[in-house]
Structures are given as structure tokens and as C-alpha cells.
């Protein structure tokens, strides 16, 4: 069974830093896509990022370029999100989701893990 | 502002048949595939139909998908009670570097 289960979430004030990871389980995580994606509270889905099932390729949403940095750890199947310079308007619960490429839809999704960036 | 556009609310009563538009451009629904995800209250959302057409298995056919140049729909028939949820289209968008694109979402209600 597809497990995917985020952490790092919590409070942080506007202009740090956090790094969200999501821990995978019943797939060869190495051979598939990762997507993070996040909704505000109450509102829609909004892209985050994404990263190849290489590694080699990397998305970002232009709200988060130059802020955020998607990477993975096929070795301990973990993909992880570093998140600086955040702003109140990156809260949000973070999801991370499963695709076979890039190009495709998310089958898999995780819980969610909020992030809430507050003074 | 979504770049996808999707009414914000629909609603139906128990059998019926209802469809959500979702409206886009030729950057991303007019060059790619459709994907609609399903999100029940207090849950992570779920892959409905990927390709424009597909659906994973778990959902019955009671939903389909359809797209025509720059814009999809999902219709659900026999709708039913437990189909009440939020409803969203996405697709890659192949301008900037690349990027998925969500439309805002639709609230599905069934009277």
C-alpha cells in the first residue's frame, strides 16, 4: 500500500525557514515524480513544485522560485521541501503527492502538514 | 485567480446528472491532458480522472471526463450523496519553464 506521510509543519515567523519532509512507503520511490502541493485553509489547490523520478528535474510555481527547493533522497525515500524567506501568505497545509512523471496526475497523496508563518 | 477557470459551486439532487466545466488556454488544457481530483471534507484530495478520460480504479463510472480544445468537463451521473465533495481540474502548463495549473475549484453539493 501507497503511503505517503509529511512532517516538519508547524509556526514559524515571516522570513525563516522550514523544511518539510515526506516519507514514502509501498512503491520504488526512486522511479517516480514528487509533487508538493498546498492549500490555504478554506481555499483552493495551488502547485508547489515538483522533482523528476531522477532527480535531474526540477518545477517550481512562481510564487515559491528562489524561495523554495525541492529535493529527494531516493536512499531513504524521503522527498523533502526547504522553505526560506517565508511570507504569511505561504500558510498553507503542504501536500506531498506521487506521479509517474512529471506530466502526470498525482495518485497518490499524503495527510497534509501545515504550515502556519505568523508573526 | 486560477489559471483555470471552474464555477465555484454546482449542485444536483440524488440520480441526476451533473458536470463541472473547467475552462483554460492553449499553453495548458489546449496542449495537455486533464486531470480532476476529488476532495471530501477534511481530506486529502484524491486522483478522479487523469488523461482527460481515465479513471484509477476505486471510482465507479458513474464519473467521466471529456475535453475539447481549451476546455474539459467531469460528469457525474446517478449522482449520490457521498459524491458531495470539492472538485478540481488541473493540467501542465507548458509556458514558464513548465508548471501545473489548478482551476479554483467547485463545491458539489446534493440537495
Known amino acids: 500500500e501507497v503511503q505517503l506521510l509529511e512532517s516538519g509543519g508547524g509556526l514559524v515567523q515571516p522570513g525563516g525557514s522550514l523544511r518539510l519532509s515526506c516519507a514514502a512507503s509501498?512503491?520504488?520511490?526512486?522511479?517516480?515524480?514528487m509533487n508538493w502541493v498546498r492549500q490555504t485553509p478554506g481555499k483552493g489547490l495551488e502547485w508547489v513544485s515538483a522533482?523528476?523520478?531522477?532527480?535531474?528535474?526540477?518545477y517550481y510555481a512562481d510564487s515559491v522560485r528562489g524561495r523554495f527547493t525541492i529535493s529527494r533522497e531516493d536512499s531513504k525515500n524521503t522527498l523533502y521541501l526547504q522553505m526560506n524567506s517565508l511570507r504569511a501568505e505561504d500558510t498553507a497545509v503542504y501536500y506531498c503527492?506521487?506521479?509517474?512523471?512529471?506530466?502526470?496526475?498525482?495518485?497518490?497523496w499524503g495527510q497534509g502538514t501545515l504550515v502556519t508563518v505568523s508573526s | 485567480q486560477s489559471v483555470l477557470t471552474q464555477p465555484p459551486s454546482a449542485s444536483g439532487t440524488p440520480g441526476q446528472r451533473v458536470t463541472i466545466s473547467c475552462s483554460g488556454s492553449?499553453?495548458?488544457?489546449?496542449?495537455?491532458?486533464v486531470n480532476w481530483y476529488q476532495q471530501l471534507p477534511g481530506a486529502a484530495p484524491k486522483l478522479l480522472i487523469y488523461?482527460?478520460?481515465q479513471r484509477p480504479s476505486g471510482f465507479p463510472d458513474r464519473f467521466s471526463g471529456s475535453k475539447s480544445g481549451t476546455s474539459a468537463s467531469l460528469a457525474i451521473s446517478g449522482l449520490q450523496s457521498e459524491d458531495e465533495a470539492d472538485y478540481y481540474c488541473?493540467?501542465?502548463?507548458?509556458?514558464?519553464?513548465?508548471?501545473?495549473?489548478f482551476g479554483g475549484g467547485t463545491k458539489l453539493t446534493v440537495l
Open positions: 509501498g512503491f520504488t520511490f526512486s522511479s517516480y515524480a
Open positions: 503527492a506521487k506521479s509517474y512523471s512529471v506530466l502526470d496526475g498525482s495518485s497518490h
Open positions: 522533482i523528476s523520478g531522477s532527480g535531474g528535474s526540477t
Open positions: 488523461s482527460n478520460n
Open positions: 488541473a493540467a501542465w502548463d507548458d509556458s514558464l519553464n513548465g508548471h501545473w495549473v
Open positions: 492553449s499553453s495548458n488544457i489546449g496542449s495537455n491532458t
